[in-house]
């Protein structure tokens, strides 16, 4: 089994439909990953990156994945739309 230590809340978000996500950080056997998480039960989970270096590094990968999930209208984890599309 992997030792993990308890989620962080590393920022929230809400899109268009109203759902409301959360970004957290763990540590994992020494490394940050991070996970964008429904706020409430129902949803999907994404890994948004398993292996971040610094604090600033952190820093800098919430704010803009949060701010193009924002601009996106969707988890910015996800292919873009007009990718699908084709």
Sequence with gaps: MTPVETQRELGRYRLPS??????????IEGHVAVSDIPAHDEGRVFLVE?????SAALAG???AYIADSMERGEPAVLVPRDLRER
């Design 18 to 27: 109203g759902e409301e996500r959360i970004v957290v950080g763990e540590r």
């Design 61 to 63: 990968l919430v704010a």
């Design 50 to 54: 398993r292996h971040i270096e610094s």
